[in-house]
């Protein structure tokens, strides 16, 4: 039984591939062990002879060649070895002892193996090579033919054991050749089963394995029986790490209660369920994933299994969460926006979107609004309408400030609105955004306040032209005592250009010199007492004065606090009154001085003669020189007083004539020559050559420079100097200044208000009339004589008016 190429199989890489195979190896092997003892047995008993002993052998042999090239020859080459010992087995006994139980045996097993082998075709073949080798063993037919007769009786006969022994091999061989078909193709079927399970379960895993969404497949306590790529991806962590663990873990713990109860809702009616949780994956970081689950039921209905399927929303939780704060902007920026705000669709000038504040702007609802044009809110006739149509077709700013447009109300009245429009999209089509602010109310409260600025600044003029011309200075300071505000005189008796340079500066900043820091201390008190308070201020220097006056008052509807400050200069009267008083003091002195002049004049005269005559007849005497001299020098003190009080009592009147400065001063100093060189002092002039011709009475302006330039050689000390200058005043062209400055203690402070008074003098032996004289004479001639103590000396000045002088005006 040479197998037909079409029957042949390839050898496959596993020699149980198949159950033929392994039945194959298995029964070669039986045969094998089964035989091969069997054969050491029957050699040692004598009745059995070699050619039995041999066929025994055979099979044995058969089944060992079967079993041992199991690795190296394919199926059907094993088969054929074992079917061809097996019928050559029974042949050989059939021929040595006829159709004996074991020929008969080797035989029906070689038609089965066939049959296993090789199916039908190979089970007939075989049962006809049986039959064959049945006949060849005939000669000992009889002797097995009673042998088997003795037991059954209808195989007495060959003829019956032959036909029986065929019916019995083709049905045994026909049942293994069906057996083996419906084996075969059950193997087939499950082959075919199998495989398609398999490309199944690969189609799965590829389909499952390459899907970008979670899939889990886990058990009702939590363990995971399967993940897929994206399931590893998104947890961060592979296949093996999580397979066979709890997904418990994974879920965040405020949601697992939350995901236990859903487990256990799951039902055989309702199999599926979906919620969305919180996730902790492999590196701590909490994101959001939406599950799917679906309950895997037995046939009790209990759940034994669970498929999820998710996918990871945070992105989209966070882009929600955006949209919904962005909703929310809009509603606040738009529904709840107090200004009036409408979008309209550019093709159909629709309103398409309305807010709260234009449906209250307009007085219609919101649907009627909605169902309006532009056209229906403006004012018939309006000729920015027009324009308004023209230019919708044209290319216009993303932004643009309409302005001040007239809109009706539903109502019928009239509105002015401030219009601002702007491009937005709006449900896929363009559109613009107007903003509409009724401006009505603000335009009239706009006129009534330019109104009323109007009135204001009337009043504020008309206020601080008021204020301005006050003659006194008038200062308002806050609480601090910093200025908030001045008027002019006050600004020019600061000094500066403008009340801007004076506004926030405090009182002791105002300046150093009189009135100021009488003033700081002033305010200071009236802040302290909150009452009225006034002083008198005086400038020793310039022998200027001022009243002062300060109290606290409220201002405004909030009472707040304010410290007003008036300034009056009054030197003028102080001038005045102090002329009065002299003038009323010499004129009572007037009389009496010139009475004691007029008596002292005689027995001066007299006594001078005398003295005289004493000269000249003791003269020569040594005794009488010293006494003498000291007689002539109180004598002649005598008469200068005398003298100073004829001037003082009676002036005489003014001789005014063109004087030049430069001699005036000149002749001065040449008289004082004789003093300065008995003090010791030098006397240094400078006369400026460009000074105008002074109407002036030369006698007694001469009288005035001497006293002057005299006084200063006695209160200079030894070795210093005394300087008299003549130069334009500070007037400029319209005084002439003359100055004399020494270098000797100066004046003191308490001394310079008395300085000019009569009988005045802080010199032994001075009269206190040369100053006063000085006084007289020079205020004679409309002129003002100071002094000014400096840091070593003192200076003073007279101040000399130019121009026409009356010629009768006394001294």
Known sequence: MIPSPASQEGRGDDPRGTWREELLVRLGWILFL?????????????????????????MSISGAVSASFALRLTLPWRAFLLVAGLLAAGGLTASLGGPAPGAVLGLLLAVVVAALAFGERGALL????????LVQGWPARVEIASYWAEDLPLLSSWVRFAIVFLLLAGLVALLVAGAVRRAEADAAELRRAEAKARASEELFRAIVGDQTEMIVRWKPDGTRTFVNQAYCRVFGTSYEEVVGTSLLPNVAEPDREAVLRKIRSLTPEHPVATDTHESVTASGEQRFQEWTDRGIFDAQGRLVELQSTGRDVTERRAAELALQDSEQRYRLLFDGNPLPMMVYDLDSTRLVAVNEAAVAQYGYSREELLRMTVAELAVPGDPHYAEFL????????????????????????????????????????????????????????????????????????????????????????DTAQRVVRLNRPAVAMIGTRGPDEVLGRLASELGAREPWPSAARLLEAAATSRAAESLEAREASTGRAWTLSARQSAVGAEG????????????????????????????AMGSLVAGVAHEVRNPLFGMSATLDTLERQQGSEQRYAKVGAVLRSQLARLQQLTQDLLDYGKPPALRVADASAERLVRVACRSCERLALERGVEVVERVSRELPALRVDAGRMQQVIENLVANAIQHSPRGSVVRVTAEPGVAGGNTVAVIVEDQGPGVRPEDVRHLFEPFFSRRKGGTGLGLSIVRRIVEAHGGRVAVESLERGARFRVTLPLGDRDASRSA
Do not use: C, K, N
């Open 560 to 587: 707040e606090q304010r410290l007003i400050l008036v300034i009056a200069e009054i030197t003028r009267l102080v001038e005045l009154q102090e002329s009065l008083r002299r003038s009323e003091t010499m004129a």
């Open 34 to 58: 089964g035989t091969t003892p069997l054969v050491f047995y029957l050699s040692l008993v004598e009745a059995w002879g070699p050619r039995s002993l041999s066929a025994i052998a055979l």
């Open 390 to 477: 023209a230019g919708l077709g044209q290319p216009r700013p993303p932004v643009v400030h309409v302005g001040l447009r007239q809109q009706r109300r539903r109502d019928g009245s009239r509105i002015d609105v401030d219009m601002t429009s702007l491009e937005v999209p709006f449900a896929g089509r363009a559109a613009r955004l107007t903003l509409a602010r009724d401006v009505t109310a603000e335009r009239e409260a706009m006129a009534e306040r330019a109104r009323l600025q109007a009135a204001v600044e009337r009043a504020a003029l008309e206020w601080q032209r008021t204020f301005d011309a006050v003659e006194q200075a008038l200062l308002v300071f």
């Open 126 to 133: 075989a049962l006809a090579a049986a039959a064959g080798l």
